[in-house]
């Protein structure tokens, strides 16, 4: 473009530019409101996403994000959509009808809208169903078989077991079964009844009981609350498991007679001043855990017992259970009760008998093993903490070692692809910065190690089916969403863009800058700074920290932030610091081990230095630091209001005040037990330094919290009130658990948050 020829025009061009910046400022100073932060009011967003594109079916050709098709290695354009269609209204088609594609497109759990059609159909040949109640069934899938063939249907009331090319048919299943589960062929149905394990055989109906003797103090099948919360995964509850080719089942059984009770009481019950107890089986620290057995059954009834016998000495814990590829052998994985070493064993199915084929150890703590990647002929990839740092090794299918595949002062994270066909893999690594998600290729060998990702930040790669190229998108704490073409080495062909982010340019923003601070022992800690937007260095602001801390859970990582409330915050004047304490840093065991026996003490520390550094610069005012964390950060801000100077404001949220109140299998993990370790149990106490109380102290709980008790909360204020400590208040959420989920309660937490934030950090008439 060519700018016009006149003179009286060219003379304006100044003032025009003038202007145009000046609107740009203008625009780029608006302020966010309360509301806004909070998530209501006018929406405002500093996500973004970057451009959507895609690898077209072919996997070769690049889809962008205006369904253009592009030539990946040339970038020509090879076809453009024809354009679509207007529906009879003239509008875009309903909400209801662009879900129902996206599900089909994914092959959710409800299957195509052409799956549901087809089972509604023969649904609706069942007696006592019409078309209208078959359809409703055919949207409520319960469980699918490995092989995608058979689906189980229905609600509470009744259950519908169907397969394409057979039809449907009713399973007398009892409303009160739990934890349903189809065989990989869809043959029989797991599930646990009155804590009994049963099977019943889709085909003819009949039923199979594997367990007897269940109840409140024997569970077959089914987890209690410490191991679905610690072991294998909050929520889930599933404690059997079915071999690869339907033949036979593992499962759990748990003897819960020497576990204590704890009952926590919902004051708030609905239509009635009477109270509402839930009680739950949950050991705390020191306590008896749940004696455990592992057993193998036959769909035929039979069932064989694992001896675990020789491991009793050792309280021991079953933390992983699985089978092979072929389902020739049951694999497990047992520790001792403070979980300083761990076995993998490999049994037969038929007899029980097993060997221990991999043994993992250390003196501090050794972590539930991720299972074994297994290879084509037989051998497996096992990742361990060893040598300090996790790598991955390689070892037979009878656990002789066959060689290490990674190495080096970092660790691998996890497995993106295992491509045995190139003799490679390809994964995720700290070797280039522990905030850094990178990613790696390594031959199967351990040979030719290469870094295929480009800068700093947290990438994710897709390959084309050809493996010629990828789509590397990434995002760091400096940079929004964006997304390039790679060639297979990593080599940046183009980029293909990045994430628009329209408030950005209305709004007054900051941006993260990371740093490192060298502690008091000479460990160098990644933080990340977040200035006050506008930014006077010549002010003192106040200082303002949302931590976690807990073990091997960093704060601080590399990619886009696009919280709304951190903007808000800047723009009132907080600088803003998040750190990753050595335990949390995600550098290697030999850093997270560094808490062992002393939860809080080192994490304390390098909070500590991190804001002595940020308190030397002249704009940050040592006089003005809060902090506040939830969960394990709620311990560590009351920890670090009882334990340091640093902090005049600290906000708890459903804190552990004394780990001998926590649960076992968490917390003899990293401090043993009480009765071995009374002294660092004692050094952790929030509860017993209550008197030592600096600052503000700001405690919130849920009422109904079962894995971190309100009896918590409790002991601590029991404990400030004792000592005569007036600067604390407490605010209890009545109906909530570990987190606050009613949003009108959720609401009134963060205003709680914001006013103490002003009285004690901003002043009350900010």
């Given amino acids: 473009m060519s700018w016009p020829a006149s003179p009286s025009l060219r003379a304006l061009l100044p003032v025009l530019f003038l202007l145009a910046a000046a609107a740009v400022h203008a625009a780029q100073e608006r302020r966010l409101t309360l509301e806004q932060a909070l998530g209501e009011g006018e929406p405002v967003s500093f996500g973004g996403r970057a451009p959507a594109w895609s690898w077209d079916a072919d996997g070769v050709r690049l889809r962008g994000p205006d369904g253009v098709l592009y030539d990946a290695a040339s970038g020509e354009v090879l076809e453009r959509p024809a354009p679509a269609a207007a529906p009879a209204d003239g509008g875009a088609p309903p909400a209801s009808e662009r879900r129902e594609r996206r599900r089909g497109r994914r092959g959710g759990d409800e299957g195509s809208p052409a799956d549901r059609a087809l089972v509604a159909r023969d649904l609706a040949t069942l007696e006592g169903l019409d078309e209208e109640a078959a359809k409703g069934i055919a949207g409520r899938l319960r469980a699918r078989s490995a092989d995608g063939t058979a689906g189980l249907y229905g609600g509470d009331d009744a259950t519908y077991f169907h397969r394409a090319g057979e039809g449907a048919r009713r399973l007398e299943v009892p409303p009160e079964s739990e934890l349903l589960a189809l065989s990989p062929d869809g043959r029989h149905l797991a599930f646990v009844l009155a804590n009994d394990l049963v099977l019943l055989d889709t085909a003819d109906g009949r039923v199979h009981p594997l367990t007897a003797g269940g109840g409140p103090d024997h569970l077959h099948g089914k987890l209690d609350w410490v191991y679905q919360e610690e072991v294998y995964g909050r929520g889930d509850f599933q404690a059997f498991w079915w071999s690869p080719d339907s033949t036979r089942l593992a499962f759990l059984s748990l003897d819960e007679t020497a576990v204590h009770d704890f009952t926590v009481v919902d004051h708030i019950e609905a239509g009635t001043f009477r109270v509402r107890e839930e009680t739950t089986r949950y050991p705390k620290a020191g306590d008896p855990n749940p004696a455990v057995g592992l057993s193998i059954a036959a769909p035929g009834g039979d069932v064989v017992a694992i001896d675990l016998a020789s491991y009793a000495i050792h309280e021991p814990l079953v933390v992983r259970v699985e089978w092979t590829p072929s389902g020739d052998r049951l694999l497990f994985v047992v520790q001792d009760r403070v979980q300083k070493w761990a076995d993998l064993n490999a049994a037969d199915p038929a007899t029980g008998a097993w060997r221990t084929l991999i043994h993992e150890q250390d003196d501090t703590w050794t972590e539930r093993p991720p299972p074994p990647r297994w290879l084509a002929d037989g051998s497996f990839l096992w990742f361990s903490d060893r040598t300090d740092h996790r790598h991955l090794y390689r070892y037979a299918a009878d656990g002789t070692f066959l060689g290490a595949l990674t190495a080096g002062d970092w660790s691998v994270g996890s497995i993106i692809e295992l491509s045995e066909d190139r003799g490679e893999l390809l994964f995720t690594a700290s070797k280039d910065g522990a905030v850094n998600g990178n990613v790696y290729r390594v031959g199967l060998d351990g040979t030719g190690l290469a870094r295929l990702t480009a800068g700093d930040g947290q990438h994710s790669i897709e390959f084309n089916a050809a493996r010629t190229h990828f789509l590397d998108r990434w995002s760091s704490l400096a940079s929004p969403p964006s997304v390039r073409l790679c060639a297979a080495n990593g080599e940046i062909v183009r980029e293909l863009g990045q994430a628009e982010l329209p408030a950005a340019k209305e709004y007054l923003t900051s941006r993260w800058e990371l740093v490192e601070i060298e502690a008091r022992d000479g460990y160098r800690i990644d933080a990340a700074v977040m200035k006050p ?197 407490m605010m209890i959420y009545p109906q909530n658990g570990h987190g606050i989920g009613d949003p009108a309660q959720r609401r009134h937490s963060r205003l709680l948050e914001w006013e103490a934030m002003r009285r004690h950090l901003l002043g009350a008439g900010a």
């Avoid at 903007?567 to 610091?577: D, H, K, R, S």
């Avoid at 500590?608 to 040592?622: F, G």
């Avoid at 340091?644 to 649960?663: E, H, Q, T």
């Avoid at 990293?670 to 503000?696: I, R, W």
Wanted: aromatic share 12%.
């Fill in 533 to 729: 937007a506008p930014f006077d260095p010549a002010r003192r602001h106040p200082v303002w920290i949302s931590t976690y801390s807990g073990p091997d859970a960093p704060s601080v990582s590399n990619r886009w932030d696009g919280s709304v409330w951190n903007q808000f915050l800047a723009q009132q004047g907080f600088v803003l610091l998040e750190v990753n304490v050595r335990s949390a840093s995600g550098k290697g065991h030999w850093a997270i081990e560094q808490c062992y026996g002393k939860l809080g003490v080192s994490e304390l520390s390098d909070l500590e230095d991190a804001v002595d550094w940020l308190c030397r610069h002249e704009w940050a005012d040592p006089a003005r630091v809060g902090i506040t964390g939830h969960s394990y950060g709620g311990f560590m801000t009351a920890f670090a209001l009882t334990h340091s100077d640093r902090f005049a404001l600290g906000i708890a949220g459903s804190g552990v005040y004394d780990w001998g109140m926590y649960d076992t299998i968490y917390t003899e993990r990293y401090m043993n037990t009480p009765q071995a370790n009374p002294e660092g149990y004692k050094a952790t106490s929030v509860v017993g330094a209550a008197k030592d109380l600096k600052g503000h102290l700001v405690l919130l709980h849920g009422e109904m919290d079962d894995n971190v008790h309100m009896q918590n909360v409790f002991q601590l204020v029991y404990a400030l009130q004792r000592a005569g400590r007036m600067s604390f208040e």
